[in-house]
């Protein structure tokens, strides 16, 4: 007996006359089960109607020639056999084992059909989509039916037989689950949007060029762009690659807001925006996902990964290769925006790594937004009703990988992705690494966020006239309408700034402090020294202290209040030759590997922003005392008010890494600080202001530890070197920003040798282009007119004020280094 499963909705009122069964069937065996399923009464069983059937081809020219040209009204069924793979373990998933008898389980060959009618039944059921009465097919097409009325049938055909695709697709999921959701007949129904193709006439009279070779040139782009998902393809590659991750790490999922996600997927779309530290991140969220029956997201992948026999794969299995420039290329960057306006609005899930890149330094990169400008303008436009943006944390307590990421940042070449990259990756990841853990951050409402931020989304758009032939109507530059369009412009940008400002914040609010980043901050904060496991233990005890006092989030760090586990961590790390291990003396002694500064930062860097606030409240203190009356250079008058400075001082700082750090609006900032300020003293309100200063700075050294020297010294001695480049350049001169930064490797090392910089991670690559762009945003990049001396004078003081600042907050650091119990003078051997 044939199974037969539907998922349909309740027939229409009004009882129809006829049945059109459009059967999807791709074997004489299909076509058998079928007639068989409907002579039985299939349809009268399934769906209540007592009418006559007639059979049809789901082909646009057999649906053109025999339904849409009908006067009555007949109800439209699609109907398809669902072929099954074996069920193991009470899942049915492709193995390599099926592929082993050449033939894929869930498109059998036409042999395998007939024994798998004769020998396994469960294994294929008769399947109906949602039915629809032609009239409402109509109704949902009225251009293609509009068309249809003036004698061209096929846009209407192709309408239909999409439609029934679709309605069995979704018949399908109710089967086999939602995590095989998966698109069909993209560029063709994109190629057929009435609205697409308006905009590819628009595109083609703004430009002159040739409507025709424009179409052809999206229907190429949409060809490269759009994944070709294969249900066995991604059950091949899940299974593949599941054991060389799993040998690997040990994944940590926190699933509590997973049911919650799934719910609203069913009337959303999700984007979710992970943290990006590493080729494998795709993989690791995938297999979580997947676990969970989501369906498979589109992952928006660079160029870079499309070659053989990864692309192909990867196609297969949902990534979309997107060029990594397209600006000026009109006709491409219509159709990225259609393809993500499609996916969105039939709800398919999107995943894209918003940094542009992997992290080199360990903690989040500023982000890009050139992808979030396609889905806001998607929510502007009403292509989709929402979508909710889910920040996403991965968090490796180690990674294979990271030798080649630090090399990159003292200049060496990225080698390119390949045959030998992937082999090396593979081999690489047969290395136990700990823990990944993986969490998600709250979801944003894409369009309650870009309306909060100010993005006119129920305005309607200003409409600049693209030729103008009539002096009346011509537009001047700097009119009302070229002023109003720029300002709904800036309005849109900034907007969608501020969303992936958000973004970044969820992400950060949920990524868990591992051992390694601790064990990385206690070692680097201690220069050119080694601490025993005891020291170590002493250095961590405080800041584990200070840790569980915000409660913020953590992986297993209570493992490092026993000095047993702590040396295992010492010991893992050493084997990753990030930690050295000298064993010859009275004890072993612990320092970082000689040349493993960067990889170590890295390590830390995952957690630094949980004490960014408190490194800056130490330095706004310590810029106090010395602005206090009782500063014994007596260079200060007894009026000044050493709280004010303090507060200045943090919001310069604040100001200072904010390419760095992803921080709060001032209101909030202060609030934060306040905060800190009450974990390190409590009953700070009520000091007497003019000791206020001093007793704060013993309540500070008191607490066990300091972090400026841990947290922030990398990122000044970084944005120092910059400095200091920029004020000996002529201010006259051109700045080439690649050949500046390659200067600034070459003097951070000078100046590392000199020991003027404190450690090899701060003459990175990422971190001198961060600082550009600070120095870009103070203005001091753009060269001083030449033929103007004041305007010279003023650069170069301008540049020289920065440069002094940065010494001053260099002295600083290092004042609040010495202050740091563990920079005490060390005792000898015990």
Same mark, same amino acid.
């Given at each position: 007996?044939?199974?037969?499963?539907?998922?349909?909705?309740?027939?229409?009122?009004?009882?129809?006359?006829?049945?059109?069964?459009?059967?999807?069937?791709?074997?004489?065996?299909?076509?058998?089960?079928?007639?068989?399923?409907?002579?039985?009464?299939?349809?009268?069983?399934?769906?209540?109607?007592?009418?006559?059937?007639?059979?049809?081809?789901?082909?646009?020219?057999?649906?053109?020639?025999?339904?849409?040209?009908?006067?009555?009204?007949?109800?439209?069924?699609?109907?398809?056999?669902?072929?099954?793979?074996?069920?193991?373990?009470?899942?049915?998933?492709?193995?390599?084992?099926?592929?082993?008898?050449?033939?894929?389980?869930?498109?059998?060959?036409?042999?395998?059909?007939?024994?798998?009618?004769?020998?396994?039944?469960?294994?294929?059921?008769?399947?109906?989509?949602?039915?629809?009465?032609?009239?409402?097919?109509?109704?949902?097409?009225?251009?293609?039916?509009?068309?249809?009325?003036?004698?061209?049938?096929?846009?209407?055909?192709?309408?239909?037989?999409?439609?029934?695709?679709?309605?069995?697709?979704?018949?399908?999921?109710?089967?086999?689950?939602?995590?095989?959701?998966?698109?069909?007949?993209?560029?063709?129904?994109?190629?057929?949007?009435?609205?697409?193709?308006?905009?590819?006439?628009?595109?083609?009279?703004?430009?002159?060029?040739?409507?025709?070779?424009?179409?052809?040139?999206?229907?190429?782009?949409?060809?490269?762009?759009?994944?070709?998902?294969?249900?066995?393809?991604?059950?091949?590659?899940?299974?593949?690659?599941?054991?060389?991750?799993?040998?690997?790490?040990?994944?940590?999922?926190?699933?509590?807001?997973?049911?919650?996600?799934?719910?609203?997927?069913?009337?959303?779309?999700?984007?979710?925006?992970?943290?990006?530290?590493?080729?494998?991140?795709?993989?690791?969220?995938?297999?979580?996902?997947?676990?969970?029956?989501?369906?498979?997201?589109?992952?928006?992948?660079?160029?870079?990964?499309?070659?053989?026999?990864?692309?192909?794969?990867?196609?297969?299995?949902?990534?979309?290769?997107?060029?990594?420039?397209?600006?000026?290329?009109?006709?491409?960057?219509?159709?990225?925006?259609?393809?993500?306006?499609?996916?969105?609005?039939?709800?398919?899930?999107?995943?894209?790594?918003?940094?542009?890149?992997?992290?080199?330094?360990?903690?989040?990169?500023?982000?890009?937004?050139? $992808?979030?400008?396609? &889905?806001?303008?998607?929510? +502007? /436009?009403?292509?989709?009703?929402? @979508?909710?943006? !889910?920040? %996403?944390? =991965?968090?490796?307590?180690?990674?294979?990988?990271?030798?080649?990421?630090?090399?990159?940042?003292?200049?060496?070449?990225?080698?390119?992705?390949?045959?030998?990259?992937?082999?090396?990756?593979?081999?690489?990841?047969?290395?136990?690494?700990?823990?990944?853990?993986?969490?998600?951050?709250?979801?944003?409402?894409?369009?309650?966020?870009?309306?909060?931020?100010?993005?006119?989304?129920?305005?309607?758009?200003?409409?600049?006239?693209?030729?103008?032939?009539?002096?009346?109507?011509?537009?001047?530059?700097?009119?009302?309408?070229?002023? $109003?369009?720029?300002? &709904?412009?800036?309005?849109? +940008? /900034?907007?969608?700034?501020?969303? @992936?400002?958000? !973004?970044? %914040?969820? =992400?950060?609010?949920?990524?868990?402090?591992?051992?390694?980043?601790?064990?990385?901050?206690?070692?680097?904060?201690?220069?050119?020294?080694?601490?025993?496991?005891?020291?170590?233990?002493?250095?961590?005890?405080?800041?584990?202290?200070?840790?569980?006092?915000?409660?913020?989030?953590?992986?297993?760090?209570?493992?490092?209040?026993?000095?047993?586990?702590?040396?295992?961590?010492?010991?893992?790390?050493?084997?990753?030759?990030?930690?050295?291990?000298?064993?010859?003396?009275?004890?072993?002694?612990?320092?970082?590997?000689?040349?493993?500064?960067?990889?170590?930062?890295?390590?830390?860097?995952?957690?630094?922003?949980?004490?960014?606030?408190?490194?800056?409240?130490?330095?706004?203190?310590?810029?106090?005392?010395?602005?206090?009356?009782?500063?014994?250079?007596?260079?200060?008058?007894?009026?000044?008010?050493?709280?004010?400075?303090?507060?200045?001082?943090?919001?310069?700082?604040?100001?200072?890494?904010?390419?760095?750090?992803?921080?709060?609006?001032?209101?909030?900032?202060?609030?934060?600080?306040?905060?800190?300020?009450?974990?390190?003293?409590?009953?700070?309100?009520?000091?007497?202001?003019?000791?206020?200063?001093?007793?704060?700075?013993?309540?500070?050294?008191?607490?066990?530890?300091?972090?400026?020297?841990?947290?922030?010294?990398?990122?000044?001695?970084?944005?120092?070197?910059?400095?200091?480049?920029?004020?000996?350049?002529?201010?006259?001169?051109?700045?080439?920003?690649?050949?500046?930064?390659?200067?600034?490797?070459?003097?951070?090392?000078?100046?590392?040798?000199?020991?003027?910089?404190?450690?090899?991670?701060?003459?990175?690559?990422?971190?001198?282009?961060?600082?550009?762009?600070?120095?870009?945003?103070?203005?001091?990049?753009?060269?001083?007119?030449?033929?103007?001396?004041?305007?010279?004078?003023?650069?170069?003081?301008?540049?020289?004020?920065?440069?002094?600042?940065?010494?001053?907050?260099?002295?600083?650091?290092?004042?609040?280094?010495?202050?740091?119990?563990?920079?005490?003078?060390?005792?000898?051997?015990?």
């Amino acid at each position: 007996m044939i199974e037969h499963s539907g998922g349909v909705s309740a027939p229409p009122d009004s009882p129809p006359e006829s049945v059109v069964a459009l059967v999807d069937s791709t074997s004489v065996t299909e076509r058998e089960l079928i007639g068989r399923w409907l002579a039985d009464g299939g349809i009268a069983a399934e769906l209540g109607v007592d009418a006559p059937v007639t059979q049809l081809d789901l082909d646009a020219a057999a649906v053109a020639g025999r339904l849409t040209g009908r006067v009555d009204d007949p109800l439209v069924v699609p109907v398809r056999v669902l072929w099954l793979p074996p069920e193991r373990d009470g899942v049915r998933r492709v193995t390599f084992g099926d592929m082993a008898l050449l033939t894929n389980p869930r498109r059998p060959n036409r042999l395998a059909q007939r024994r798998l009618v004769a020998t396994a039944p469960d294994r294929h059921l008769v399947l109906t989509g949602a039915p629809a009465r032609l009239s409402e097919l109509r109704a949902n097409n009225p251009e293609a039916a509009a068309l249809q009325r003036s004698g061209t049938t096929e846009p209407f055909a192709r309408a239909v037989v999409r439609a029934a695709v679709l309605a069995l697709e979704r018949a399908e999921r109710t089967v086999i689950g939602d995590r095989y959701k998966i698109p069909r007949l993209v560029a063709e129904e994109i190629l057929d949007s009435p609205d697409f193709l308006r905009r590819l006439e628009l595109i083609a009279d703004e430009t002159g060029a040739d409507p025709q070779d424009v179409h052809r040139r999206a229907e190429k782009a949409l060809n490269e762009l759009v994944a070709a998902q294969s249900r066995t393809v991604s059950d091949l590659f899940t299974q593949a690659m599941r054991p060389v991750h799993a040998s690997t790490w040990n994944v940590d999922c926190d699933e509590s807001g997973l049911a919650a996600l799934r719910e609203l997927n069913r009337s959303h779309p999700l984007v979710f925006l992970p943290s990006h530290r590493s080729y494998v991140d795709a993989f690791v969220l995938g297999d979580v996902l997947a676990r969970n029956d989501f369906p498979p997201n589109h992952v928006v992948g660079g160029a870079n990964l499309r070659f053989w026999p990864m692309g192909p794969i990867a196609r297969r299995t949902g990534t979309i290769f997107i060029r990594r420039s397209f600006a000026g290329d009109t006709v491409y960057q219509a159709v990225v925006e259609e393809y993500f306006g499609y996916l969105l609005s039939r709800r398919f899930n999107l995943e894209w790594y918003f940094e542009g890149g992997r992290t080199r330094t360990g903690k989040l990169r500023p982000p890009r937004y050139g $992808l979030l400008n396609y &889905l806001a303008a998607s929510v +502007r /436009r009403d292509r989709v009703a929402d @979508a909710l943006l !889910v920040p %996403v944390s =991965i968090t490796y307590e180690r990674l294979n990988e990271l030798g080649a990421i630090a090399d990159e940042q003292v200049g060496g070449r990225k080698k390119p992705e390949g045959l030998a990259w992937l082999a090396r990756y593979v081999r690489n990841q047969q290395h136990s690494a700990g823990h990944v853990y993986v969490r998600f951050g709250a979801p944003l409402s894409a369009r309650d966020r870009l309306a909060a931020h100010g993005d006119p989304l129920s305005e309607p758009p200003v409409t600049i006239p693209l030729h103008h032939t009539d002096a009346a109507t011509r537009t001047p530059a700097g009119s009302e309408l070229d002023r $109003l369009s720029d300002q &709904l412009g800036e309005k849109e +940008r /900034r907007a969608v700034q501020r969303l @992936a400002f958000e !973004v970044a %914040v969820g =992400i950060n609010a949920v990524t868990p402090i591992t051992v390694n980043a601790l064990v990385a901050l206690a070692l680097l904060g201690v220069h050119q020294r080694a601490l025993t496991l005891a020291q170590v233990y002493e250095v961590l005890g405080p800041v584990l202290d200070y840790i569980e006092a915000r409660d913020l989030p953590r992986g297993e760090i209570a493992q490092l209040r026993n000095e047993q586990s702590l040396a295992v961590v010492l010991e893992q790390l050493s084997l990753a030759k990030v930690v050295t291990v000298y064993r010859s003396g009275v004890e072993p002694v612990y320092s970082i590997e000689p040349g493993a500064h960067l990889e170590a930062a890295f390590y830390r860097n995952s957690a630094v922003h949980w004490f960014a606030d408190r490194a800056i409240l130490e330095l706004a203190i310590l810029a106090a005392v010395e602005a206090a009356p009782e500063d014994p250079t007596g260079a200060v008058g007894p009026d000044t008010d050493a709280l004010g400075v303090g507060w200045e001082e943090a919001y310069r700082l604040r100001d200072l890494l904010k390419f760095e750090f992803f921080f709060p609006d001032r209101a909030e900032f202060s609030e934060r600080i306040t905060a800190e300020m009450l974990l390190v003293d409590p009953g700070w309100r009520t000091r007497p202001r003019d000791t206020l200063g001093s007793e704060i700075l013993a309540a500070l050294t008191g607490s066990g530890f300091m972090m400026a020297h841990r947290v922030l010294r990398s990122f000044f001695d970084a944005q120092l070197v910059v400095a200091e480049r920029l004020e000996a350049r002529e201010p006259a001169a051109t700045i080439d920003r690649k050949a500046f930064v390659s200067e600034c490797v070459s003097v951070g090392n000078q100046m590392l040798l000199q020991q003027r910089l404190h450690s090899t991670e701060s003459v990175s690559t990422e971190l001198f282009g961060s600082a550009l762009k600070l120095a870009d945003n103070y203005r001091l990049l753009e060269p001083a007119d030449p033929d103007s001396e004041e305007s010279a004078a003023e650069l170069a003081q301008r540049r020289r004020e920065f440069a002094d600042r940065l010494r001053t907050i260099g002295i600083r650091i290092s004042r609040a280094a010495a202050l740091d119990p563990s920079n005490l003078p060390a005792g000898g051997p015990r």
